[in-house]
């Protein structure tokens, strides 16, 4: 079983649409979660940390369930230019960072 | 600022012969991670310098990589001899050592690696 799960996509979503990606991490002991996003041949770059009381910012919302062991992102009114793919990562305290395959997002016009 | 720098952006090189990637990192950033990418696969962390000693190379896949950073600066990640399965896209990120858990890693664009 994969440390951080996600689902690959992609997805294909109209301009305007609300989207949501899930994510699971299989340690418990796991204790700091991104998200991540990676548009094509570029480098990854932070979007937002995860926090257990759930953040926002902006049209980004991020949960984290920690007794389910999961994590979700929901980008609401979506534009052209959150075309990327998506990383959900995940961090035991020890500064190493665990990724999953990440999930590749579409906004189509 | 400049950014997590790394070079070269591409290598295409042959079954058995030598590589050196090289890193950048952010002026002033103790931590340097190497990370790679093969295809079809997630992102693996491969070891973590802080400034000059590694603090984990648990992800280094065999002896034939060697990552050094002399002077607690750049980096350079050696494959010696490569095989047609190190291709990838390796990736450098720093971040200054007082990290706390939530700062956020700087990636550089990363060298796309092919072995043929």
């Known amino acids: 079983r994969k440390e951080v799960e996600q689902d690959p996509g992609p997805f294909n979503v109209p301009e305007g649409a609300t989207v949501a990606f899930n994510c699971t991490y299989s340690?418990?002991?796991?204790?700091?979660f991104f998200w991540y996003r990676q548009d094509c041949r570029k480098e990854p770059k932070l979007l937002m940390s995860v926090y257990s009381s759930g953040n926002e910012d902006g049209r980004f919302t991020a949960q984290l369930n920690r007794a389910s062991q999961y994590i979700s992102l929901l980008i609401r009114d979506s534009k052209l230019s959150d075309s990327a793919t998506y990383l959900c990562v995940v961090s035991f305290g020890n500064e190493k960072l665990t990724f999953g395959t990440g999930t590749r997002l579409t906004i189509i016009p | 600022e400049a950014g997590v720098t790394q070079f070269p952006s591409h290598s295409v090189i042959e079954k058995g012969q030598t590589v050196t990637l090289r890193c950048d990192p952010i002026s002033g950033h103790d931590n340097l991670y190497w990370y790679r990418r093969v295809m079809g696969k997630e992102i693996k962390f491969l070891l973590h310098f802080v400034k000059e000693s590694k603090q984990d190379e648990s992800g280094m896949p065999n002896n034939r990589f060697l990552a050094e950073r002399t002077g607690g600066t750049y980096s350079t990640l050696k494959v010696q001899p490569a095989e047609l399965e190190d291709s990838g896209v390796y990736f450098c990120?720093?971040?200054?050592?007082?990290?706390?858990?939530?700062?956020?890693?700087?990636f550089g664009n990363g060298t796309r690696l092919t072995v043929t």
């Open positions: 340690n418990s002991a796991s204790q700091s």
């Open positions: 990120a720093s971040s200054p050592l007082d990290r706390g858990g939530n700062s956020p890693l700087h």
